[in-house]
């Protein structure tokens, strides 16, 4: 079971993050929320421009997805941990919009302190990785969705972990029904996720 105290300790901590150089640009840190004794953890791979504005993960349109999935899953989305591998919103700005830009490797491994401390404090039984910057974050190396996905894995640790895609490139793909198809699968991810728990 999760401490309360020492989570608190960390998101204060992590609000005053300066490893990397993203904290320049970024509103705010958008830690994880949740409850601390979640047997599932879900894993994004960073704010986007809503979450930086409001400071919390997945409030955004792909949050909004995510929010459908897991209720078409049998999943309530308020007994899971949710958060993000990089905590600063990474963007190029193109007139007045701020355009998600991916994370680098260095910025993934700096962030990496405090997916380690949320997962020491939670100590999930399960973690759902959504995208890739979420695997190289807890796997330590580039690895594909296509090459990992319907498997379980074990992390470092002994975590058991599966593999998806992020709700937002379900968002991006032009082609409706092909994206209706994808959003299938990614619920039958999700309640692989949720499975046992």
């Known amino acids: 079971m999760g401490d309360a105290k020492a989570w608190e300790k960390l998101r204060g901590e992590a609000a005053l993050c300066r490893r990397c150089d993203l904290y320049c640009h970024a509103t705010q840190t958008v830690f994880g929320e949740g409850p601390v004794d979640a047997r599932l953890m879900i894993v994004g791979e960073q704010p986007g421009d809503l979450e930086d504005l409001a400071g919390r993960p997945f409030v955004g349109p792909a949050g909004q997805l995510l929010d459908r999935a897991m209720a078409d899953a049998g999943m309530d989305r308020a007994r899971a941990y949710v958060t993000n591998a990089v ?44 995208g890739t910057t979420a695997i190289q974050s807890l796997t330590g190396h580039p690895q594909t969705i296509r090459s990992l996905r319907g498997q379980e894995l074990a992390l ?24 209706k198809v994808e959003y299938a699968r990614f619920v039958d991810d999700l309640r692989a996720a949720a499975k046992g728990l």
């Open 87 to 130: 905590k600063h919103f990474k963007f190029e700005q193109r007139g007045k919009r701020r355009i998600h830009a991916k994370p680098n490797g260095g910025e993934i491994s700096a962030c990496r302190w405090w997916i380690d401390g949320e997962r020491q404090i939670l100590k999930p039984e399960r973690i759902m990785m959504l």
């Open 156 to 179: 470092a640790d002994g975590t058991s972990a599966l593999v998806t895609v992020h709700p937002s490139a379900l968002l991006r793909m032009p082609d409706r029904a092909q994206a």
